[in-house]
């Protein structure tokens, strides 16, 4: 099971390894850089080196083959996109790394699953809903993993974690750009308690 992504949309080489070190501290099992971000790649870089071997390291907002590879260079075993490109899929299966294919509906769901993908990002999670989630479970091969996001938060977290989310990708709620890595620290410990009761 995959568990909770960090979303550190905005991060900064400079501040990426404290609030890393923070995230896997609270014990984060993944962590995502959105190439939108300033210096994606470096930040990429920065955390795979520091933490690569407790946890997984990934780029977001991945939308061509070519920064597929660019992550994979970095150091990302993940790589999270908005949407599901069988391109950007098959990309990521041949470089040996995790996709995680943005999906809103069972169309598209099953689309990135022919794709070679085996962990789907229901996004925006508030529009598919945990109604929906429960729904593609029942037609959905078992061994895929469901992760909600995009309005997931502190309020919702146990919901999505009790109808049988894999996890979840948590972005603003955890970390905005210029965050502290105490304050980013109080709310990974805070939102990975309310996971591991869900």
Not at 63 to 79: Q, Y
């Amino acid at each position: 099971m995959t568990g909770l992504i960090a979303i550190l949309r905005g991060v900064t080489p400079a501040e990426v390894v404290g609030v890393g070190r923070a995230l896997v501290d609270a014990g984060f099992p993944a962590i995502e850089v959105p190439l939108n971000s300033p210096e994606p790649f470096e930040s990429v870089r920065l955390l795979a080196d520091a933490f690569g071997e407790w946890c997984e390291i990934g780029a977001g907002t991945v939308l061509t083959a070519e920064d597929v590879t660019r992550a994979r260079e970095a150091g990302a075993r993940m790589i999270v996109a908005p949407n599901s490109d069988p391109v950007v899929i098959s990309a990521a299966v041949a470089e040996g790394m995790t996709p995680y294919p943005g999906v809103a509906t069972p169309t598209e769901a099953f689309a990135a699953l022919a794709a070679g993908a085996r962990h789907l990002k229901l996004f925006p999670a508030g529009a598919v809903g945990i109604g929906g989630m429960k729904a593609w479970r029942a037609v959905l091969p078992r061994e895929v993993e469901l992760l909600p996001v995009g309005g997931v938060d502190e309020t919702n977290l146990a919901a999505w974690a009790a109808a049988g989310a894999a996890g979840a990708g948590l972005g603003s709620c955890l970390y905005r750009p210029g965050d502290s890595a105490d304050a980013v620290a109080v709310r990974a410990r805070a939102l990975s308690e309310i996971w591991h009761q869900g």
